[in-house]
């Protein structure tokens, strides 16, 4: 038996649950796993749901009767198998806390996915070990901006990318690129109250005598660090804490919350609603 993963948002309705799982059943799909959400403000519905058929053919049986069901419930859907690795390419830039970190977890096996290349705008002595994985130096300047992103546009065409993940890459995307991987491309940033933009955060974190630092993992939007979030976390410091002090438990949060962001992306948990998302547990 091989497991798939179902989900699915559409307008919400009464029955919707009962026809999906009903179906599953005709298809002689056996359901492990379900979670549903409906929002009451934006009155639309979301599922996930992990089964078992017998083979990819049972599979393909259950994407065809699924599409009637699509074009009935107004539904945007994805079948695909459970363990298929995704490919993912990674973007860095001077800081590698992050990209590490992620090479890591996917060499234990806890990230789901295969690394089609890392792209950076700093050459590839400023980082360590990269496991084997494709690397290009794409170096930018505001007046090769452009080209560059054409650059990195057709790296995502060419390795059959899924997700971007933005690793600590210190670049604001255009909003021309930034809407060629909606929904596919997410980036961390740190998270303050109040926020701190610009040069060194946790400096101005600091002199600011924060009680809270934190992270924030979203997808990447025209919108500056705006993009619906994925996940976040935080940590208490002190008036003990130096600038540098922030700045390492800051890696750490940040390490953590792209992470977890990443993993619930590559396993089907995270559904986009509106400027929002829902993120079903694992």
Not at 75 to 86: K, L
Not at 196 to 205: E, M, N, R, S, V
Request: neutral net charge.
């Amino acid at each position: 038996m091989t497991a798939y993963i179902l989900s699915l948002s559409c307008p919400d309705q009464p029955g919707i649950v009962a026809t999906v799982t009903a179906e599953l059943f005709r298809q002689q799909a056996n359901i492990i796993q379900a979670a549903q959400f409906e929002d009451a403000e934006t009155r639309r519905f979301f599922m996930r749901v992990v089964f078992t058929v017998v083979d990819e053919a049972a599979a393909s049986a259950v994407r065809l009767a699924v599409e009637p069901l699509a074009s009935q419930l107004s539904m945007t859907w994805t079948v695909r198998p459970r363990d298929r690795r995704q490919k993912v390419l990674l973007l860095a830039s001077r800081f590698d806390h992050c990209l590490a970190d992620l090479l890591y977890r996917q060499r234990i096996g806890e990230l789901n996915m295969d690394v089609a290349a890392i792209i950076s705008n700093h050459p590839r002595d400023t980082f360590g070990d990269l496991g084997g994985a494709p690397f290009h130096h794409l170096p930018v300047t505001r007046e090769t901006k452009h080209e560059q992103e054409v650059r990195i546009r057709a790296l995502v065409e060419e390795t059959g990318t899924e997700l971007v993940v933005l690793a600590r890459y210190m670049q604001v995307l255009s909003d021309d690129l930034a809407s060629f991987l909606t929904g596919r491309c997410i980036n961390i940033h740190h998270s303050f109250l109040p926020g701190f933009k610009g040069a060194k955060p946790y400096h101005q974190a600091h002199a600011r005598g924060v009680k809270m630092i934190g992270a924030t993992a979203h997808y990447v939007t025209s919108d500056l660090d705006e993009g619906p979030i994925i996940a976040q976390d935080v940590e208490p410091v002190s008036h003990a804490d130096t600038p540098e002090a922030l700045v390492r438990k800051g890696r750490d949060i940040e390490r953590r919350v792209l992470a977890r962001a990443v993993r619930a992306h590559l396993e089907d948990r995270v559904l986009i609603n509106g400027t929002k998302t829902v993120v079903f547990p694992d």
